[in-house]
């Protein structure tokens, strides 16, 4: 079974900052998917960022960048020029690299941005 | 607009009655998704189809029931034999011609008293 721990319940930073947030996950599969999700206070889950494990080049989608380690099964996001509409849950996920396989889901940070 | 729709956004229920929470899709996605989120809990898997007249339990499957006699719909029933049904319910849907990324709609929030 893949476990995906997120260590940090909260965390704030003021606008234009950059702020990572971690994730380390369990598994021992060798090719699967992560990402990172966003659920603003709307609760519509939103899709930031998908890496592939069989792509060593980190995923990079405009201010919102991974540093995916794959040895220390580790799945860190950069959110680069914090804006305002960033305050939201963010949500580490896991899936197999089989077809239709399911999410397994960290307990989600707060992030918080501030003027 | 295709897209994922669940009705409606919130639910009220008396408890020791048996609910169902519907999820539309017209994404002509093969597969659908149910989760349940709890403050502090992230989302957690309840059942999910793969195909139509298919679907297998996710990790707390025990109180709910699904049917999948549709492509489009995958309702779920939240029965009086779940003990704890007051949450948000997410329903998603994905298919390989997206890379089987999931697609969430915009969640009923059930409260049971």
Same mark, same amino acid.
């Given at each position: ?8 319940p ?31 206070p ?33 799945f ?21 690299h089989?077809?239709?396989s ?14 | ?26 994404l ?12 502090g ?8 189809s ?10 707390? @499957? ?13 309702? *779920? !029933? %939240? $029965? ?8 948000f ?5 994905? @298919?390989e ?12 929030? *059930? !409260? %049971? $008293?």
């Open positions: 079974a893949q476990t995906v721990t997120q260590s940090q909260e965390m704030s930073v003021q606008e234009a900052e950059t702020v990572t947030l971690s994730c380390t996950y369990d598994t021992s599969e060798n090719n699967y998917y992560l990402f990172w999700y966003k659920q603003p709307s609760r519509q889950m939103i899709l930031v960022i998908r890496q592939e494990a069989y792509k060593q080049q980190n995923a990079t989608e405009n201010r919102f960048s991974v540093n995916f380690q794959k040895a220390a099964k580790s860190s996001l950069k959110i680069s020029d914090s804006q305002l509409g960033d305050t939201a849950m963010y949500f580490c996920a896991f899936m197999k089989v077809q239709y399911t999410l397994t889901f960290g307990k989600g940070t707060m992030l918080l941005v501030s003027p | 607009d295709g897209g994922i729709t669940q009705s409606p956004k919130y639910l009220f229920r008396k408890e020791g009655q048996n609910v169902t929470l519907s999820c539309e899709q017209n002509n996605h093969d597969a659908m998704y149910w989760y349940r989120q709890d403050p809990q992230g989302l957690r898997l309840i059942y999910y793969q195909i139509v007249n298919d679907f297998q339990k996710g990790d707390i @499957a025990e109180g709910y029931s699904v049917s999948r006699e549709k492509k489009e719909s995958f309702p *779920l !029933t %939240v $029965t009086s034999a779940q003990k704890n049904p007051t949450a319910y997410l329903c998603a849907s994905s @298919a011609a997206v890379g089987y990324e999931q697609y969430f709609g915009p969640g009923t929030r *059930l !409260t %049971v $008293t």
